[in-house]
């Protein structure tokens, strides 16, 4: 299959070869032996906690989060 980038960076799947529908979500990632990049289609019924599990990044890193309320309410 071949798949064609046009000027404006949009990546065109052939009809024929295409059984997605609007709104499929597609995991991308690059390999660097093949030096391609591949689309896999996630299943629509998985858990948004596992893949926010599956993360690389650490959410630790994150500041906390303030309970006071704002200071100055523009209106």
Not at 13 to 39: L, N, R
Not at 46 to 68: A, I, K, N, Q
């Amino acid at each position: 299959m071949l798949v064609v980038m046009d000027a404006k960076r949009r990546l065109t799947v052939p009809v024929a070869a295409s059984d997605f529908k609007p709104g499929d979500t597609f995991e991308a990632s690059f390999d660097c032996e093949e030096s391609e990049i591949v689309f896999r289609k996630i299943n629509q019924d998985e858990s948004w906690l596992d893949v926010l599990m599956r993360c690389p990044v650490p959410m630790d890193d994150l500041p906390p989060r303030s309970r006071e309320l704002p200071k100055n309410l523009n209106l």
